[in-house]
């Protein structure tokens, strides 16, 4: 891709320091409020501190290091700085130019599809800075037009080309030029493990609760049959007969609800516990009878319900919310179903992923703030729909920004990296080929694959249960990898930022 054909809705226009258009996060240099020595605005001492992180220095030595970063365009102090970002805030401005993976400053890389070197001296040739806050806040979506019919940005729509999203997420590069500058001018020890043990990257299994019943029609076709209806008679009959061949009598008619076919809870944990594994599942506490016709068909109020969460609780697995649909309309409040997830199941849930994975098309911290308003640790919903990969430019946990407090708002975001959706229903090979591309990718990144398999297509997409078998088996065969809860990784993360 040639510079003049850069998307440039990656970086924000931000020509006021008091703010953006559409409340977007200025990103120029502002008078206040100061990080060390040099001007910033929230967002860019955030981004800032947020590759730092990501290159493996924790919260009590960031603030050290950053001072040394001089974000601003003032040719006199950046030349004594150790890294000198000039900000770009220009509308229609070419996305960042930096050096990826190297020191020598001749070398000639490639950086979101352009070829750039690092620049003179101190200065870097691209605002990473900008680059990193629009990925963090996933303000290059804000003005996307191409929606889906529910309001979800495809993956082909976002600001991230293919090779970014899928293989090579940018701020592991921008983290690793920041900290080769800073480490060469003698500011900075050994970076702090990623992962525990010495683990080379982590994995999260989880699961979404949709459709874990099948409803039984054979009595409803059976009446609109025999006693008629607003169809021709003929149409329940035939309908009779394809549920009858497709799940019997037995399921259709007979069988009680935890004994027909998508009620999969056992086959998954008796898998994932062959393979030493443990998984969270995310169940819903608003259905489509009390909410939208989107939302989950069953009533997480029954007692068979209640009874499956103490038995994963005392397991070992995790259980969460699955927000309802119109949850980022606050319909209803995401606090209100914390509390019902609560009244029924005893205690309140540590992470949430929102159903549909649906957010603000407009601003999605503001899904995020409420979920951190509502004392959430950690939300697993940033991912794509209909693709893999990595929507905010990172495969790693995200301490999400928060515009009110100006920095990170202690909510911890898993982007979810991988689903069942993502892959093909019937074709096996293709699938398990698709999941060990993925976890390779990951493994190479020492990043973190959070993967989601829906409980309800068990028996339907075999692909799909057989992609899950691979990848247990997978993880279960590395050594390097750390496999664990949702719930423990956010917690991991949260304490090496503090050491």
């Not at 493996?56 to 003032?74: F, H, M, Q, V």
């Not at 060990?436 to 990718?441: E, G, V």
Request: charged share 25%; net charge neutral.
């Amino acid at each position: 891709m040639r510079k003049s054909e850069t998307p440039t809705s990656l970086l924000t226009s931000a020509s006021h320091p008091s703010g953006g258009e559409d409340g977007e996060v200025p990103l120029c240099p502002a008078e206040t409020p100061r990080f060390g020595e040099v001007p910033q605005t929230a967002a860019a001492s955030y981004a800032i501190g947020q590759l730092l992180r990501i290159a493996g220095w924790p919260e009590g030595l960031t603030s050290r290091a950053a001072a040394a970063i001089y974000y601003g365009s003032d040719a006199s102090k950046g030349q004594r700085a150790a890294v000198w970002v000039q900000p770009n805030c220009a509308a229609g401005a070419a996305l960042v130019e930096c050096l990826l993976g190297s020191t020598a400053e001749a070398t000639i890389r490639q950086a979101n599809g352009v070829a750039v070197s690092a620049g003179q001296g101190s200065r870097l040739a691209g605002d990473v800075i900008a680059a990193t806050a629009s990925c963090l806040t996933l303000a290059g979506e804000r003005r996307a037009v191409c929606r889906d019919p529910h309001g979800r940005l495809p993956a082909d729509a976002g600001p991230l080309p293919p090779r970014e999203r899928l293989e090579r997420p940018p701020l592991h590069d921008y983290a690793e030029l920041l900290a080769a500058r800073l480490r060469g001018c003698g500011l900075l020890p050994e970076p702090l493990p990623r992962w525990p043990g010495g683990k080379r990257y982590a994995a999260a299994l989880t699961h979404d609760v949709d459709a874990p019943e099948v409803p039984r029609r054979v009595g409803v076709l059976l009446k609109q049959m025999l006693l008629g209806g607003p169809r021709p008679r003929r149409h329940p009959y035939w309908d009779l007969l394809a549920e009858i061949r497709a799940r019997g009598l037995g399921q259709g008619c007979l069988f009680p609800p935890t004994r027909r076919r998508e009620w999969n809870f056992e086959e998954i944990c008796v898998m994932e516990d062959r393979h030493g594994l443990r998984s969270a599942f995310y169940f819903a506490v608003v259905n489509r009878a009390a909410g939208h016709a989107c939302d989950v068909s069953y009533d997480a109020s029954r007692l068979r319900y209640r009874r499956l969460c103490r038995r994963l609780l005392s397991g070992g697995w995790e259980i969460g919310l699955h927000a309802a649909y119109a949850t980022c309309e606050d319909r209803p409040p995401v606090e209100y179903q914390a509390h019902r997830f609560a009244q029924l199941f005893g205690d309140r849930p540590a992470g949430l992923r929102h159903h549909y994975l649906r957010m603000a098309a407009d601003d999605p911290l503001r899904t995020l703030a409420a979920d951190a308003d509502a004392g959430f640790s950690y939300d697993t919903t940033v991912g794509f729909n209909d693709q893999p990969g990595f929507r905010m430019g990172v495969a790693l946990p995200v301490e999400v920004f928060d515009p009110r407090r100006g920095g990170g708002g202690g909510l911890i975001e898993l982007p979810m990296t991988l689903a069942d959706m993502h892959l093909p229903k019937d074709d096996i090979p293709a699938a398990v080929e698709a999941v060990t591309r993925h976890l390779q990718t990951v493994r190479s990144l020492g990043g973190l694959a959070v993967l989601n398999w829906h409980v309800g297509a068990w028996a339907t997409a075999p692909a799909w249960r057989e992609s899950y078998a691979a990848a247990c088996r997978i993880l279960s065969e590395d050594s390097d990898v750390w496999v664990a809860t949702p719930r423990e990784i956010a917690d991991w993360w949260r304490q090496r930022a503090a050491r």
